[in-house]
T-cell receptor, first 115, second 117 residues
Framework: AQSVTQLDSQVPVFEEAPVELRCNYS??????LFWYVQYPNQGLQLLLK??????LVKGINGFEAEFNKSQTSFHLRKPSVHISDTAEYFC?????????????FGKGTLLTVNP | NAGVMQNPRHLVRRRGQEARLRCSPM?????VYWYRQLPEEGLKFMVY????????ESGMPKERFSAEFPKEGPSILRIQQVVRGDSAAYFC???????????????FGPGTRLTVL
């Protein structure tokens, strides 16, 4: 079984500042990793995912994340945020084997971008 | 192309009543997944269905909960004799093939928020 810890429940930042949303996972097997974003009154939308290969993954809207196996982390970063990035962000993990459709999510981080 | 639709968006039930949550997958998607988010927790997998088949229900509570995805119509998550502990947000996702292939994304609906009085 896997678990995900998102260390910050809320992250307030000013517009154009850089941001890092932290995610750590626990698993006894190889994993796939995901970041989803949820805007108000909408479904979760995939930002990016790590399956294999390069540990630096680029996603939509200027976000990127780096897989660090030794630290079991998959932190999400953006060099300069916009007001429109205000949303809840969820980190998720699945095993890379036969039941890899089962996503396990963290509790979410509410990113608030202030003018 | 409409996304995953869920209705109702909010549902209030009294203890002992039945709750029916509906999920219409994206057009062309034949795989549906249900997740539950209890207060202060992350989303947790409940069940994976294909048309007319339950593939994996390992995350479903053993009693009172059932799910179906008929040949025609939406997927239904049914909770009988609801209790206060069933209060949660229930999310549905869909994919065109098994998401576990790693190349297919699960597309999520906006969720149904169930409140049990």
């Amino acid at each position: 079984a896997q678990s995900v810890t998102q260390l910050d429940s809320q992250v307030p930042v000013f517009e154009e500042a850089p941001v890092e949303l932290r995610c750590n996972y626990s698993s006894s097997v190889s994993v796939y990793l995901f970041w989803y974003v949820q805007y108000p009154n909408q479904g979760l939308q995939l930002l990016l995912k790590y399956l294999s290969g390069s540990t630096l993954v680029k996603g939509i809207n200027g976000f990127e994340a780096e897989f660090n196996k030794s630290q079991t982390s998959f932190h999400l970063r953006k060099p300069s945020v916009h007001i429109s990035d205000t949303a809840e962000y969820f980190c998720a993990v699945s095993d890379s084997g036969g039941s890899n459709y089962k996503l396990t999510f963290g509790k979410g981080t509410l990113l608030t971008v202030n003018p | 192309n409409a996304g995953v639709m869920q209705n109702p968006r909010h549902l209030v039930r009294r203890r002992g009543q039945e709750a029916r949550l509906r999920c219409s997958p994206m057009k062309g998607h034949s795989h549906v997944y249900w997740y539950r988010q209890l207060p202060e927790e992350g989303l947790k997998f409940m069940v994976y269905l294909q048309k007319e088949n339950i593939i994996d229900e390992s995350g479903m509570p053993k009693e009172r909960f059932s799910a179906e995805f008929p040949k025609e119509g939406p997927s239904i998550l049914r909770i009988q004799q609801v209790v206060r502990g069933d209060s949660a947000a229930y999310f549905c996702a869909s994919s065109p093939r098994t998401a576990g292939a790693g190349t297919d994304t699960q597309y999520f609906g906006p969720g149904t928020r169930l409140t049990v009085l």
